[in-house]
Nanobody, 112 residues
Framework: QVQLGEFGGGSVQAGGSLRLSCTAS????????MGWFRQAPGKEREFVATIGWSVGCTVYADSVKGRFTISRDNAKNMVYLQMNSLKHEDTDVYYC?????WGQGTQVAVSS
């Protein structure tokens, strides 16, 4: 079982950048495909990006492609989401996921 915790959210103006981090417990972290999802109030949680256990295998939602970058550091049990050129519509709670486990989420607010 893995436990996840996100941090790095905050408020930023449109066009700005934020870097989200997710820390994971467990000695088998490197074996997990890690993902970032986001959810707005009253809406379903949606996929943002994923990175396979083998660094370099990444997939992005069309809405963030070219602006967001997912990466991981297996030695530190960390996964990151670098978010650039942020838009108001990126405002959401962002969640880290590994297997069937979710973090508690971190809020991102982008003002236009």
């Amino acid at each position: 079982q893995v436990q996840l915790g996100e941090f790095g959210g905050g408020s930023v103006q449109a066009g700005g950048s934020l870097r989200l981090s997710c820390t994971a417990s467990g000695r088998t972290f490197s074996r997990y495909t890690m993902g970032w999802f986001r959810q707005a109030p009253g809406k379903e949680r949606e996929f943002v990006a994923t990175i396979g256990w083998s660094v370099g295998c990444t997939v992005y939602a069309d809405s963030v492609k070219g602006r967001f970058t997912i990466s991981r550091d297996n030695a530190k049990n960390m996964v990151y989401l670098q978010m650039n050129s942020l838009k108001h519509e990126d405002t959401d709670v962002y969640y880290c996921k590994a297997a069937n486990c979710w973090g508690q989420g971190t809020q991102v607010a982008v003002s236009s």
